[in-house]
């Protein structure tokens, strides 16, 4: 076992690879711990699109009826709470309000959600109707379905493309043999950490998980491959106000410094100023209302995710209109785009995303996706530094041709 103990934030390698990461913070009372898997809806089976969010609700046993799971009890018993969430390339488990006699029962906790000890028939039969509950919820929101319309082009026939709650279609054919399966593929020693934030000593973080996590083998977890890019231009049927568009710019994303890279490439779309992307629209007489640009990582790959509200837009002329646009913003010499930057309160922007050691959501994505902890990942702050990470975002969205734009269109 090898233990880092330099920084307030320690870290700590089990002999089969599992990591332990905590950040000490005396001034708080309790303690947020989280077991996160490098593992989420990308992994799944094309046919068995939902597994890994079926999973994630079945894993904590029997919700309803005469026997639930020891886990609500243990939780009610104890003042906890817990919640979880799947993405396309993760699945995270959270423990509230723990406190030092509270942590060894945490961890067990932990051990029978990522061993599956509580998967039975009737866990995924009360998981299964939660999530056509959860499905039906979506189906009301136009931007779900302008996002789902925006990611089956980006990813056409791939997991990327496809909801994270999968379909009922989908849902409805998996059997508990297929989650077991899942599991045991996916939930490993080496693709996985425990994290904890708050008052939390690290040495006996450790010995509780050493007591259940070091019987796992270490297994390689299988790297994925590179998502294909589609591209084009698609709608889906909402009824809403104003017309909402989302379009999304690829690019190759694998380094830490591509995340702050691409915030400043967003900053850069989200400019006021006239060489920003509004004003461009506007020139062609499309209004953009609420715009939000933000990057989005996958592994090997990422995307400029690009969402605003219209009232003017009627044709699919409008639509060729702002692809071309996004072409021509891509090329944006770097001179226009210190322009851009100088009518930025750069320090101020990249304050707002920065990550941090003390949130421990970015805390356990940073190790599980850089190996870093967050104050570890380099962020651009000279003017060098930033004109040269501009330069390299927009080079990297400019190599990759195709835009991907999706719009409502009122049933």
Not at 89 to 107: G, K, L, M, Q, W
Request: proline letters at 3%; a neutral charge; charged letters at 20%.
């Amino acid at each position: 076992m090898k233990v880092n103990l330099s920084t307030k934030v320690n870290r700590s390698t089990l002999s089969n690879s599992f990591k332990v990461i905590t950040n000490y913070n005396p001034a708080v009372e309790n303690t947020t711990i989280c077991l996160w898997i490098k593992s989420g809806s990308s992994h799944e089976p094309l046919e068995q699109n939902g597994l890994s969010h079926l999973l994630e609700h079945t894993v904590f046993g029997q919700r309803y009826g005469d026997q639930k799971s020891p886990i609500y009890d243990t939780i009610t018993s104890k003042g906890l709470k817990i919640r979880a969430f799947t993405t396309t390339e993760d699945t995270a488990y959270f423990i509230d309000n723990a406190d030092t006699i509270s942590i060894p029962t945490c961890i067990k906790l932990f051990w029978d959600i990522f061993s599956g000890n509580l998967l039975s028939i009737r866990s995924m039969q009360d998981a299964k109707s939660d999530i056509q509950k959860e499905m039906m919820s979506l189906s009301a929101d136009p931007n779900e379905r302008l996002f789902n319309a925006l990611n089956s082009i980006c990813f056409p026939h791939q997991n990327l493309g496809r909801p994270i709650t999968g379909s009922t279609d989908s849902v409805s054919t998996i059997q508990l043999d297929d989650l077991q399966k899942f599991l045991k593929s996916e939930y490993l020693a080496t693709n996985s950490l425990i994290c904890a934030v708050g008052k939390i000593n690290h040495e006996s973080l450790v010995e509780c998980c050493e007591n259940f996590f070091s019987s796992l083998q270490t297994k390689s977890h299988p790297t994925l491959t590179i998502p294909t890019w589609g591209g084009g231009i698609t709608k889906a049927s909402a009824n809403v106000e104003r017309q909402k568009v989302v379009a999304s710019l690829p690019f190759r994303a694998s380094q830490s410094k591509d995340y702050y890279s691409f915030w400043l490439a967003a900053f850069a779309f989200n400019s006021k100023d006239g060489l920003g992307f509004s004003k461009a629209l506007e020139k062609h007489r499309v209004n953009c209302n609420q715009l939000t640009v933000y990057p989005e990582f996958f592994s090997q790959i990422g995307r400029m995710q690009i969402y605003f509200e219209t009232t003017n837009l009627q044709t699919e002329k409008n639509m060729r209109t702002i692809n071309q646009q996004l072409d021509l913003f891509k090329a944006l010499s770097l001179k226009d785009l210190n322009k851009i930057i100088q009518q930025i309160d750069i320090k101020r922007c990249l304050e707002l995303v920065r990550l941090q050691d003390s949130n421990i959501e970015h805390l356990a994505m940073s190790v599980s996706n850089y190996g870093l902890i967050p104050s570890e990942i380099p962020v651009p702050l000279s003017e060098n530094e930033i004109a040269n990470s501009l330069k390299y975002s927009f080079l990297k969205m400019r190599n990759c041709r195709i835009n991907s734009i999706a719009y409502t269109e009122n049933c």
